[in-house]
């Protein structure tokens, strides 16, 4: 909480304090200033509530003081509280004090006076390496900060009257991005006109200065405004989480991947066999087409040879026995081959014999 002093500050947006992160790296802001980090959204309205709580001791300042530059811009907003109408015991501030700081006057082109109000935009980035003229390393310096300052006051007499003009200020919609040298911003602060029609501002004929001594310590308190994403980079806020896994989509997405795998190998296998009989049919074809060509080159010798060859091969098929014998003492079944029987020899009768 951005409290020093019995002076709390904050970023307030839709009516709720933006939540503040301090800074990893410990740097000290300009001039001495407490450094926080707070979320920024493009396209969200945002004021400073700025709160003075009991307990403050007014070391007898006629004034408090509060100032809010954004980013680089020269026309800051300021509000003051004269101590002499405030509730206090014995120098002592007895009851809160607070003071919203929520928007800018500005004329439009037609010269009318309207309330902007302070919104967070996105920050294009662009690879152009010429910057533009206006585009200065303090610009880039003092891009992604709101800077709130508050001080026990006096008023002094201005040598010359301040008169406002209400001129629009100048905002940085696109840097290169070589000219950022590493910094994480990817938002800037835009103004947006309203339809409220103000008064413009009184000329000022006195400005604030700091009290003398003690009293006149000076607070301040910056705001890094940056995006949730480079939050989590830089380490202010955690990473977000992964989900948890959901045990019944994991399920669904295993059966329809068996699904999907079975249905692959049974087209695969349907291939494979349509293959194999497109195999087959050609080897017949090609079987049958080399038969008819063997047998339309034969000639009538090689009809009587085969002929011939077919008898011999019968004959010898006659004259080979083959005897099963059964062995009385064993189950099994022994083949024995019985060697032919020899052919009994020819006898001639002569019959023209006399005797």
């Known amino acids: 909480m951005p409290q020093v002093d019995y002076i709390d500050v904050r970023i307030v947006a839709n009516g709720q304090p933006l939540q ?3 800074d990893p790296t410990n740097e000290d802001g300009e001039d001495g200033a407490s450094v ?12 400073i509530h700025i709160k003075w709580l009991p307990g403050l001791k007014l070391h007898s300042a006629p004034y408090l003081y509060c100032k809010v530059q954004v980013d680089d811009s020269q026309i800051y907003q300021y509000m003051t509280q004269a101590c002499m109408n405030l509730n206090h015991r014995r120098g002592v501030l007895a009851e809160k004090l607070c003071q919203d700081i929520k928007s800018c006057k500005f004329k439009d082109d037609q010269g009318i006076w309207r309330s902007c109000y302070f919104t967070f935009g996105a920050l294009g980035i662009t690879e152009e390496n010429v910057p533009k003229d206006s585009l200065t390393s303090r610009r880039l310096g003092k891009l992604g900060r709101i800077q709130v ?10 040598a010359v009257p301040y008169t406002y003009d209400g001129k629009m200020v100048e905002v940085l919609d696109e840097v290169p991005e070589k000219m950022l040298k590493g910094r994480h911003i990817k938002n800037n602060v835009k103004y947006d006109p309203s339809n409220t029609i103000t008064t413009p501002p009184d000329v000022e004929y006195h400005s604030f200065v700091p009290m003398d001594g003690e009293a006149g310590k000076v607070t301040t308190i910056e705001f890094r405004y940056r ?20 045990h019944a989509l994991m399920l669904e997405r295993t059966e329809e991947m068996l699904r999907t795998e079975k249905e692959a190998k049974r087209k695969m296998n349907l291939e494979i066999l349509r293959l194999r009989r497109e195999l087959e049919q050609q080897k017949m074809r090609s079987s049958e087409s080399n038969t008819t060509l063997i047998y339309d080159d034969l000639t009538e010798d090689d009809d009587e040879a085969i002929a011939l060859t077919d008898r011999s091969e019968s004959e010898t098929e006659e004259t080979v026995g083959v005897k099963r014998k059964r ?5 099994d079944d022994d083949l024995q081959v019985m060697a032919p029987s020899p052919k009994k020899p020819s006898v001639l009768v002569d019959l023209t014999s006399s005797d």
Do not use: M, W
């Open 149 to 158: 300052t508050v001080f026990r006051a006096k008023q002094i007499l201005r």
């Open 327 to 331: 062995d009385d003492d064993d189950d």
């Open 227 to 246: 995006n949730r994403e480079i939050l989590q980079h830089i380490g202010c806020i955690p990473r977000t989480p992964s989900p948890p896994p959901n």
């Open 36 to 47: 926080y980090f707070v979320e920024s959204v493009a396209g969200q309205r945002f004021g």
């Open 20 to 22: 503040e992160y301090a």
